[in-house]
């Protein structure tokens, strides 16, 4: 059994038009967001997942705050440049090259790739996922390498009532 959370980024701030898209920070909100649904996933997961996030700023940040809600060590967050700005296809090849050691991935990356790659794997009643939303997928494989389709297991996002 696997078990992929697909994470978008917190909320990012826009208020510096001069920015480059890939530096961008984290605004209020999703510094607020972030620790909220950092803690929603701890509640659903057995087991903590290795975390593997895009390189981009808001991604390496929001992948920041769910290590330490989470305890896992900052340390051991992989940063794989090929999750910035990627289609569903591309996001799909990096989940096929994941460790086979480590059951339970969480993803953090961006729109549209991770709301198609959902999708793509999952019959999903959600549609395209806001910022710091996260949809839990189960997979009845051994290796990451034969992801194919799965389960929606859980889906959350910061504004729903809990």
């Known amino acids: 059994m696997r078990t992929l959370t697909l994470i978008r980024h917190a909320k990012s701030s826009w208020d510096d038009p001069k920015i480059e898209d890939f530096h961008r920070p984290l605004n209020e909100r999703g510094f607020r967001d972030a620790p909220v649904m950092a803690q929603r996933l701890g509640n659903l997961l057995d087991a903590t997942p290795q975390l593997v996030a895009s390189p981009a700023l808001r ?68 549609g395209e996922m806001p910022t710091c939303a996260m949809a839990v997928l189960e997979f009845d494989v051994d290796r990451w390498a034969d992801v194919a389709h799965g389960r929606l297991f859980a889906y959350s996002f910061p504004k729903e009532r809990q």
């Open 59 to 126: 991604t390496t940040t929001t992948a920041r705050i769910f290590a330490e809600v989470l305890g896992v060590a900052e340390s051991s967050i992989r940063f794989e440049p090929p999750i910035y700005d990627a289609t569903a296809a591309e996001l799909l090849a990096v989940v096929r090259e994941l460790d086979d050691a480590f059951p339970n991935v969480a993803l953090f990356g961006h729109n549209p790739g991770l709301t198609d790659l959902s999708h793509q794997l999952a019959r999903c009643t959600f």
